[in-house]
Structure formats: C-alpha cells, structure tokens
C-alpha cells in the first residue's frame, strides 16, 4: 500500500522568490509585534534615570522599584488587578455558558431568515462601544449597577455575548446531526445528548470562545472608564492614573503594562492548540 501524499502549502509550491518574500514580511511583522513588548518589559526594570533618558539603555542594572511600588502606598495595585480577574474571569465564562446554549439553538434550529438572525447577532458587536455606552449608563444607573462589579460583567457582556453565540453556532453547524439523533436513540435527552455528546466535541469552540472573550474584558478601558468606580476599578484604569499633570511615571506605566499584557500572552501560549483549531475550523464557516 502506498503511503499517502500530503498536499504541499501555497508556500512550499510557490518559487523562491516568493518564498524569500513571504519569510520577509512574517519577520517584519513579528519585529514589529514584539520589540514594543520587549522595550516595554525591559523598561519596567529601569530606574528613573534610565527609562527617560534621551539614550536609550540596552545595558542597565535591574530593579524591582517599579513593582514594588504598584504595591506600596498610594498605588497599591492589589484591588485592581482582583477588580479585572474577577470582571473578565466571570463575564467570558457566562458569555461562553449562554453563547453555547444560544449558538446550539442557532445551528439546529431550522426557520427562515436564520441567516439574517445571524448576521443581525454579530452586528451587535460590530456597534462602536460610544453608541451604547450612554443608554447602558442610564439603564445602570436606575439599577444601582455603576460602579460595581455586576455592572461591569453585563457591559462586557454586551459585546462578548454576541461574538460567542456567533462564533459557537458555527462551530456546532461543523457537527452532524445525526450525533444527536444516535444519542437520542439510546435512551439520551436532549440535554443529555448535548451535554455528554456535543458538548465534549466542541472543546476547541469552547476554549477558542473563552480566551477571546477574556482578552476582550481584560484589555477594555472604555467600559470601565464609564461605569466603574473607586470599588471597581480595573488595571487600565490604575495605568491611566499614572499620566497626570505633573508628570508620567514611565517605569510603572511600564511594569502596570506588562501586568495587562503577559497574562493574556501567557493563556494564549496555555492554550494554542486549541486556539487555532478553533480559529481556523468553526469560525471560517460563518453561519
């Protein structure tokens, strides 16, 4: 039996030279990516001196001042960084918990106009955040919402919520029904089938769905700009605090920065695999 050939990548069968331009690009674009990362890293363990000054220092002697001091006096960082866990952490895991749910209904269900329906999900969060943060404030403001933790999780929510029953609805179209009508055979319920069957099966749409909707919740500044408060704050509430009239605190900007960054980096590298499984299976499909 002869082996099986696999097919070669558009960039194994294009020439030389067109491979030599494509490693080109990728490695501008990764340059471009990264040495803003790394100088804003590296920068975090500078002094005063060294971060301002007029040039820039490859070579210096570490510090952990700039940490340190996010988490001494005034600038104790500790609410912050619990206010952004707790915001993000619970606002991508509901927007994941409903968007299955929603998205399973989505896929299955059979009507007319479920393409336009689709669509008219996504458009939502396609809406700049200025056109929905005046009516959210004033709905939240009669509810007693600003400037609380809730209130924080149904604004991300807003926006996470579409994008996950979108995102799921694809990834569930991908399975075949006769999945559910097997498990339905068997004796199954039709929340049996989805939860011991489908559920297990879309994993990567899971993960994929989560990891985005956190970043998305993490990094927001606008949202909590507007609704949070002194109980509330999150971490790029406390890094604009840092720019004031007197001056700007470089090095802590810098180490409040890669606080922001490099757990969001880090879950990605955590969960890659199923990150581009998800990205490039489900989501291309495009209910």
Known sequence: MSAVSIPASPLERGTKKARVIVWIVLAVGLVWTLVPL??????????????????????????????TGLFTGANNLTP???HSIVAAGL?????????????????????????????????TRMAPIAAVVLPLFLIFRQLGLIDS?????????????????????????????????????????RWQAFWQVILPLTK??????????????WNDYAFALVFSGPNSQTLPIAASQLVTQTGIDWGQ???????VVVPMMLAGLAVRRWLVTGLTLGAVTGE
């Open 91 to 123: 606002s991508a895991f509901l927007a994941v918990a409903i968007g299955a749910l929603a998205g399973y209904g989505l896929a299955r269900t059979q009507m007319r106009g479920k393409k336009h329906l689709s669509f008219w999900i996504i458009s």
């Open 253 to 259: 900007l810098c180490a409040i920065g890669t606080f």
């Open 38 to 67: 790394l100088w804003m890293f590296t920068s975090s363990f500078k002094n005063d001196q060294d971060v301002t000054s007029a040039d820039p220092k490859v070579l210096f002697a570490p510090t952990l001042d700039n940490y």
């Open 149 to 189: 933790i809730p209130g924080l999780v149904l604004a991300y929510l807003t926006f996470d919520l579409p994008f996950a029953i979108w995102l799921m609805s694809a990834f569930f179209a991908d399975l075949p029904p006769s999945l559910e009508e097997s498990a339905l055979v068997a004796g199954c319920s």
């Open 204 to 217: 990567s749409g899971l993960v994929t769905t989560f990891v985005l909707c956190l970043v998305f919740a």
């Open 80 to 82: 912050y960084l619990w």
